[in-house]
C-alpha cells in the first residue's frame, strides 16, 4: 500500500468513525425516556387569594400565549416534518410564587385539544414545569398554541418558551418560541 493509498485509508476509516458516532448520538438524544411525575401542587380557591395574615389579595391575572409547531412543511405543502415539543413554564423570581389556573392545548383551527390542569397548581421561587408534545402526536398542527392563565400576589416576570426538535435523515435541529402576552378580563 502507497503512501496515497495510506492517506485515503485513514480518512475513509475517519468519515466512518464521524459517520458512526454521529449516528449514535441521534439514537441516543432520540430515545424516550421515562418522565418522572412531579408532584403539582395544588391550590383551592380559598388558598389562592389569602395571605399568610389572613387578609385577602387581587392578583394580577395575566394569560400567555406561546406557539407550538408540532410540525413543519418540508419541502413542499403535502410533506411534513413531526417534531416533539416542550413547553416550558419558569417562575424567575427569587421570593415569589408562580399561580397557573389553566394550561390547554389548541391546534390549527383553534379547536381545544386538551387541558393539563384541571385545578390551580403553582411554581415555588425558581422551579420549573414542562410538558412534553410527543412526536408522533399530529393533533396540533403546524398552528398549535397553548394558552396559560397565571396570577401572581405581586408583578412576576416569569418564562414561558417552547422548544421543538426535529430530524431529517441524519440532519438534527431545534428552535424555541417565546409567550407572549394576550389580554384577559377580570375574573
Same mark, same amino acid.
Given at each position: 500500500?502507497n #503512501?496515497?493509498?495510506?492517506?485515503? @485509508?485513514? $480518512? %475513509? &476509516? /475517519?468519515?466512518?468513525?464521524?459517520? /458512526?458516532?454521529? =449516528?449514535?448520538?441521534?439514537?441516543?438524544a /432520540?430515545?424516550?425516556?421515562?418522565? %418522572? *411525575?412531579?408532584?403539582v &401542587?395544588?391550590?383551592?380557591?380559598? #388558598?389562592?387569594?389569602?395571605?399568610?395574615?389572613g387578609?385577602?389579595?387581587?392578583p =394580577?391575572?395575566?394569560?400567555?400565549?406561546?406557539? !407550538?409547531? /408540532?410540525? !413543519?412543511?418540508?419541502?413542499?405543502?403535502?410533506?411534513?416534518t413531526?417534531?416533539?415539543?416542550?413547553?416550558?413554564?419558569?417562575?424567575?423570581s427569587? &421570593?415569589?410564587? =408562580?399561580? $397557573?389556573? #389553566?394550561?390547554?392545548?389548541y391546534?390549527?383551527?383553534?379547536?381545544?385539544?386538551r387541558?393539563?390542569?384541571?385545578?390551580? $397548581?403553582?411554581l415555588?421561587?425558581?422551579e420549573? !414545569?414542562?410538558?412534553?408534545? %410527543?412526536?408522533?402526536?399530529?393533533?396540533?398542527?403546524?398552528?398549535a398554541n397553548?394558552? !396559560?392563565?397565571?396570577?401572581?400576589?405581586?408583578? =412576576?416576570n416569569p418564562l @414561558?418558551?417552547?422548544v421543538?426538535?426535529?430530524g431529517?435523515?441524519?440532519?438534527? @435541529?431545534?428552535? #424555541?418560541? *417565546?409567550?407572549?402576552?394576550? %389580554?384577559?378580563?377580570?375574573?
Amino acid at each position: 500500500m502507497n #503512501t496515497y493509498d495510506k492517506g485515503n @485509508f485513514f $480518512i %475513509e &476509516k /475517519s468519515v466512518r468513525v464521524i459517520a /458512526s458516532i454521529i =449516528l449514535l448520538v441521534t439514537i441516543v438524544a /432520540s430515545c424516550k425516556r421515562p418522565t %418522572e *411525575e412531579k408532584p403539582v &401542587k395544588v391550590l383551592d380557591e380559598h #388558598t389562592l387569594n389569602r395571605r399568610v395574615d389572613g387578609t385577602t389579595v387581587d392578583p =394580577l391575572i395575566k394569560q400567555v400565549y406561546v406557539p !407550538i409547531y /408540532s410540525d !413543519i412543511y418540508n419541502q413542499t405543502r403535502d410533506t411534513r416534518t413531526l417534531l416533539t415539543a416542550t413547553l416550558s413554564i419558569r417562575n424567575t423570581s427569587l &421570593k415569589d410564587s =408562580l399561580f $397557573i389556573t #389553566t394550561i390547554d392545548y389548541y391546534n390549527t383551527g383553534g379547536d381545544l385539544v386538551r387541558s393539563y390542569i384541571d385545578q390551580a $397548581i403553582y411554581l415555588r421561587p425558581m422551579e420549573s !414545569i414542562d410538558y412534553v408534545i %410527543e412526536q408522533q402526536d399530529t393533533s396540533g398542527g403546524s398552528g398549535a398554541n397553548f394558552i !396559560i392563565d397565571w396570577y401572581s400576589k405581586r408583578p =412576576l416576570n416569569p418564562l @414561558f418558551q417552547a422548544v421543538m426538535v426535529g430530524g431529517l435523515g441524519a440532519q438534527a @435541529f431545534s428552535f #424555541t418560541t *417565546e409567550g407572549i402576552d394576550v %389580554e384577559v378580563g377580570q375574573p
